[in-house]
């Protein structure tokens, strides 16, 4: 069992930069992929990008690509998304969440409660 709570949401102005954190309870964070989410209003969840348990691997989709970086620090049970050059259609709720399962592939087990971020244009 793993427990997901995220921070460093806001609100910021288009072009800026957030950097989220999600930092997980138990101590076999290192055996789970990771991956970030989102889901705007209105719109179904979507996939955003995904770490493999090391972090040796990545994987984004095309919207973010070249501007969100996906990376953890397993010895601090913290994974995190840097997510630079901001648009107004990155507004949503975001969420991390981890599997024991395919990083990309495979259904995520274990979910965040979210956090905000509003980008302003």
């Known amino acids: 069992q793993v427990q997901l709570v995220e921070s460093g949401g806001g609100a910021v102005q288009a072009g800026g930069s957030l950097r989220l954190s999600c930092v997980a309870s138990?101590?076999?964070?290192?055996?789970?992929?990771m991956g970030w989410f989102r889901r705007a209003p209105g719109k179904e969840r979507e996939f955003v990008a995904a770490?493999?348990?090391?972090?040796?691997?990545?994987y984004y989709s095309d919207s973010v690509k070249g501007r969100f970086t996906i990376s953890r620090v397993n010895d601090k049970n913290t994974g995190y998304l840097q997510m630079n050059s901001l648009k107004p259609e990155d507004t949503a709720v975001y969420y991390c969440?981890?599997?024991?399962?395919?990083?990309?592939?495979?259904?995520?087990?274990?979910w965040g409660q979210g956090t905000q971020v509003t980008v302003s244009s």
């Open positions: 969440a981890a599997t024991y399962n395919h990083y990309v592939t495979g259904s995520y087990d274990y």
């Open positions: 770490i493999t348990p090391s972090g040796g691997t990545s």
């Open positions: 138990g101590r076999t964070f290192s055996k789970y992929a």
